[in-house]
């Protein structure tokens, strides 16, 4: 079923995946956390911090997306990632801004919308640019 801005979601794809992929997923993802939570540990948490817009579990579902469907595929995961990744700097440096300045309520929710806002924009900008690209080929 397709929703909005053509984002397809297929429940029944849940099924073809196997309890190990889903134990590679969480291998990574805990994998990642723990380094972030290293790295933060001791360099500090600015430094740290830079590394909370890493998806965690991108590695693993990238690859599992590789396998199961094709390089176009995991290659739109991972615009996908890094377009969220871009937003949630946006988020943490709205963060670090206010913090000290608003409500934290206030700050959480303006971060939250300017992480939308930031994802979104950024999602229908690259969609725009593939499609005049597209629009170009031969």
Same mark, same amino acid.
């Given at each position: 079923?397709?929703?909005?801005f053509?984002?397809?979601?297929?429940?029944?794809?849940?099924?073809?995946a196997?309890?190990?992929?889903?134990?590679?997923?969480?291998?990574f993802?805990?994998?990642?956390? /723990?380094?972030?939570? %290293?790295?933060? =540990?001791?360099?500090?948490? &600015? #430094?740290?911090? !830079?590394?909370? @817009?890493?998806?965690?579990?991108?590695?693993?579902?990238?690859?599992?997306?590789?396998?199961?469907?094709?390089?176009?595929?995991?290659?739109?995961?991972?615009?996908?990632?890094?377009?969220?990744?871009?937003?949630?700097?946006?988020?943490?440096? /709205?963060?670090?801004? %206010?913090?000290? =300045?608003?409500?934290?309520? &206030? #700050?959480?929710? !303006?971060?939250? @919308?300017?992480?939308?806002?930031?994802?979104?924009?950024?999602?229908v900008?690259?969609k725009?640019?593939?499609r005049?690209?597209?629009?170009?080929?031969?």
């Amino acid at each position: 079923m397709n929703g909005p801005f053509g984002i397809a979601v297929e429940p029944a794809k849940l099924k073809q995946a196997k309890p190990k992929e889903y134990a590679v997923r969480f291998a990574f993802g805990g994998a990642i956390t /723990l380094l972030t939570g %290293l790295i933060a =540990h001791y360099f500090g948490p &600015l #430094v740290g911090g !830079l590394f909370l @817009a890493f998806p965690a579990i991108l590695p693993a579902s990238v690859t599992l997306l590789q396998q199961h469907e094709d390089h176009h595929q995991a290659g739109v995961d991972a615009l996908g990632a890094a377009l969220g990744a871009v937003g949630l700097l946006a988020f943490a440096l /709205l963060i670090w801004l %206010l913090a000290e =300045h608003l409500p934290a309520w &206030l #700050v959480i929710a !303006l971060a939250a @919308a300017l992480w939308f806002v930031a994802s979104t924009l950024l999602w229908v900008v690259s969609k725009r640019l593939h499609r005049d690209h597209q629009g170009r080929s031969p």
